[in-house]
């Protein structure tokens, strides 16, 4: 096989398994949101939003309905850069039209860009299982699938030896929170990680993508534990918001909340990012619903991770 030369990552997962596989310099554009690792700064931006993501969870949610409801697309694409780029490879995703620039756009500027030899990968993980696929996937399109499989074999091993680990640990009720306003419990492939971290996934669905939930669901559910992991949102963003979940009838009654077993996790960075650093994830999962038994064993800061107490 031809092995791409010049490739246009659109989502900071596939730009992360790209980097992975040593493929940095064969990266020639990506998204805004792609930030790590840090080799990645300076590369041609191709992606751009039609919201503001600095707006709280209630403006992003109405922006993006608004939009949808007109038929217009929550992000824009570069079409002269991703045409001065010529990429021969071009990596997005179909499992989100909030996420990234859509499958069917990426398809149509590239055609009439560029010609229909370009190949698009697209990439629409629901799972864990779906997530590590994908490394795969991206090895076998770009010549690298020893390394790709290497490299997923010690992604699975890390996520076999934490759960082994919390396997004899007691399980408590885990709320992760996907979203604030409206309140989103993390569908996709973040049971599977509480799972693996050493809780009990509550509302949340596995393979699933994540939905609203109604506050009386969430009372009535009573978590031991609750994750907050806004989509796209750093720490700081999401503990700002933190005074309105207070405001809500009942919250400050959760077990979770009297208790103080409230973590406020980088959704950003690792949850809603579904690429290599999943694994990361599970390990901060585990510290944050586990605390004594992992304040040793991972060691993360409070950019990533804080503990929020009302």
């Known amino acids: 096989m031809v092995v791409p030369k010049r490739i246009v990552s659109l989502l900071p997962s596939s730009t992360e398994i790209c980097f992975a596989l040593g493929l940095g310099d064969s990266v020639v554009g990506v998204s805004h949101e792609c930030d790590f690792p840090l080799e990645v700064r300076g590369r041609p931006i191709l992606t751009a939003p039609n919201i503001d993501p600095a707006s709280s969870s209630a403006e992003i949610d109405h922006?993006?309905?608004?939009?949808?409801?007109?038929?217009?697309?929550?992000?824009?694409?570069?079409?002269?850069?991703?045409?001065?780029?010529?990429p021969e490879l071009v990596i997005t995703?179909?499992?989100?039209?909030?996420?990234?620039?859509?499958?069917?756009?990426?398809?149509?500027?590239?055609n009439r860009l560029i010609g229909a030899d370009v190949e698009v990968l697209s990439l629409s993980p629901l799972t864990v299982a779906d997530v590590l696929d994908d490394i795969g996937r991206v090895g076998r399109a770009t010549g690298t699938e020893?390394?790709?499989?290497?490299?997923v074999a010690s992604l699975r091993a890390r996520l076999e030896s934490l759960g082994q680990v919390t396997s004899s640990l007691a399980k408590p009720r885990v709320l992760v929170l996907e979203w604030l306003d409206p309140p989103m419990v993390a569908g996709h492939w973040t049971p599977e990680l509480i799972r693996i971290a050493g809780g009990d996934p509550i509302l949340g669905h596995d393979g699933t993508p994540t939905g609203p939930v109604g506050w009386d669901r969430i009372m009535e559910a009573e978590p031991d534990v609750l994750l907050v992991i806004p989509c796209g949102f750093r720490v700081a963003q999401s503990v700002d918001e933190m005074s309105d979940l207070m405001r809500q009838p009942g919250f400050a009654e959760l077990?979770?909340?009297?208790?103080?077993?409230?973590?406020?996790?980088?959704g950003n960075s690792f949850f809603s990012r579904p690429g290599p650093r999943l694994v990361d994830s599970a390990e901060i999962a585990a510290l944050a619903i586990h605390p004594g038994h992992f304040a040793d064993r991972f060691q993360v800061g409070g950019n990533v991770l804080v503990r929020w107490s009302a």
């Open 63 to 86: 922006q993006v309905r608004a939009l949808v409801s007109d038929g217009l697309s929550v992000y824009r694409i570069d079409e002269q850069r991703l045409q001065d780029l010529h």
């Open 146 to 151: 020893v390394r790709a499989d290497e490299f």
């Open 93 to 110: 995703q179909d499992a989100c039209e909030v996420c990234a620039v859509s499958l069917e756009e990426v398809r149509e500027a590239t």
């Open 255 to 266: 077990p979770a909340v009297r208790d103080g077993r409230v973590a406020i996790v980088d």
